[in-house]
């Protein structure tokens, strides 16, 4: 059977020599894409629960609850912005997932009212049906999700246990894959948790001072250029503030 197939494809991710978790999230996501029937792109998150407290890690926090992003894979890149979107915003199917820790289906993101500020960004990025059920992970959390373009695309009763399996063959794989020292899981939270929120927020920051809009606007730009040269968002923030400070560095020249 397809899914058997395709459950024991994913599990086998984290078994080669040369596997690591960003290169299985992304074998995962792109497997899952191609097999499951209806999914038009895929999303492997891995979550860690940062718990409560005060300072840094309060503020942190605030991207998913008390979970932050460890790191992620996307089959597509409008995906990517989506997740990033929901991941700075703090609204969507993948947040809700893990913070609610219960699968979450979407049979049409315009019926939706518990993510109003997901809705515009979803549609613009095709994400219009999903399934995300979350699974544990040694004091963290993966959330597999499946996404369509397509309003109902998927049978809920039907693929909420399918996307369950993959999100558990997913967690052991990545159990496998991820021998991170502390070291590199510090460095891989610091990557996707500050990174992700404070590099698009300052590079927001500047599109705002440049441009005199707001922030849904200057987000949209960003959006639109990593659409256009099929990058993540995060990724041409980054660029945007390392050529804001180097050319402040050169006084303009």
């Avoid at 997901?118 to 049906?129: E, F, I, L, N, P």
């Avoid at 499946?146 to 997913?170: C, G, K, N, Q, S």
Wanted: proline share 4%; net charge negative; hydrophobic share 45%.
């Amino acid at each position: 059977m397809w899914v058997d197939r395709l459950a024991r494809e994913i599990g086998a991710l984290g078994q080669a020599e040369t596997a690591t978790p960003e290169r299985a999230l992304d074998q995962m996501s792109a497997a899952a894409a191609r097999a499951v029937p209806g999914c038009s792109a895929a999303l492997v998150v891995i979550w860690r629960d940062v718990g409560a407290g005060g300072g840094a890690a309060e503020d942190t926090a605030r991207a998913a609850g008390r979970h932050v992003v460890v790191d992620y894979g996307a089959s597509h890149p409008d995906l990517a912005t989506a997740f990033e979107h929901q991941y700075t915003t703090d609204e969507g199917p993948a947040v809700e997932a893990v913070r609610e820790m219960r699968p979450v289906a979407v049979g049409d993101v315009l019926r939706e009212d518990r993510w109003p500020a997901y809705t515009s960004m979803a549609v613009q990025c095709g994400d219009r049906a999903s399934v995300t059920f979350p699974s544990e992970l040694e004091g963290e959390v993966v959330t597999f999700g499946v996404h369509a373009v397509r309003p109902d695309a998927f049978d809920e009763a039907v693929v909420t246990p399918v996307v369950a399996l993959l999100a558990e063959h997913a967690a052991a794989a990545l159990h496998s894959a991820g021998r991170y020292t502390d070291v590199a899981r510090e460095a891989a939270h610091m990557r996707r948790a500050i990174t992700v929120r404070a590099v698009i927020d300052q590079a927001k920051g500047i599109i705002m001072h440049a441009r005199g809009c707001d922030a849904a606007e200057a987000f949209e730009k960003l959006r639109r250029v990593a659409q256009r040269n099929r990058l993540k968002v995060a990724d041409v923030a980054r660029s945007l503030v390392a050529e804001h400070a180097q050319h402040a560095e050169t006084g303009g020249r």
